[in-house]
């Protein structure tokens, strides 16, 4: 229906295709809240000085256990719950080359215990410490999984992964992912 005037608007009342959008319009304007810009953010002293010229902007997920693997969802753009996926991502990867990776950490028992700490039963599962990103032990399978190059940004070093078996070619985005860790138990999603 088109509204022509203040009487129209008064008497329109909004179709439900209407409604939906403006409720993905209003959800889309709470997602764009969670990007922080640089100069409002409490963590710039954080970040390692020659990349802060860089920083577009930062995505700051929920604190609950599952940032790390939030960034990368929000990364490869996947919904809300992405975060969920890009764990049964990883762990299918292991599994499928657990050869690879059984070298890579050193001992099998290594590698059961990553599995383990990766596997959430359910999207409501709570996501303690043992559940939690660790770059030496997840950022190659995390690489190899979404076929892009991930950088954990830290002070004082920058630890970068590239996928080991496929390129670029392979991969629907091959821009890297860049990781900011602050106040060693908290990840953000970086935009360079």
């Not at 496929?166 to 860049?178: K, T």
Request: aromatic residues 8%.
């Amino acid at each position: 229906m088109k509204v022509n005037n203040q009487s129209d608007i008064a008497k329109h009342k909004p179709s439900e295709s209407e409604v939906a959008k403006l409720e993905q319009s209003d959800a889309q304007k709470r997602e764009v809240k969670k990007l922080v810009l640089l100069p409002d953010l409490l963590y710039k002293a954080q970040i390692p000085s020659h990349l802060v010229g860089f920083i577009k902007d930062i995505f700051e997920p929920e604190p609950d256990g599952n940032c790390d693997f939030q960034c990368v969802a929000k990364a490869v753009g996947y919904n809300k719950d992405g975060w969920f996926q890009v764990r049964k991502e990883m762990v299918k990867e292991i599994l499928a080359k657990k050869d690879l990776y059984s070298k890579l950490q050193v001992k099998g028992k290594i590698i059961n215990k990553i599995v383990a700490g990766l596997n959430m039963k359910t999207l409501k599962t709570k996501a303690g410490r043992t559940k939690w990103f660790e770059k030496l032990s997840h950022g190659q399978v995390l690489s190899n999984a979404i076929i892009r190059p991930v950088f954990f940004v830290l002070l004082p070093t920058c630890d970068p992964y590239l996928p080991l078996r496929l390129g670029p070619d392979n991969s629907q985005d091959p821009d890297p992912i860049y990781m900011l860790h602050v106040n060693k138990n908290h990840w953000f999603l970086v935009n360079i």
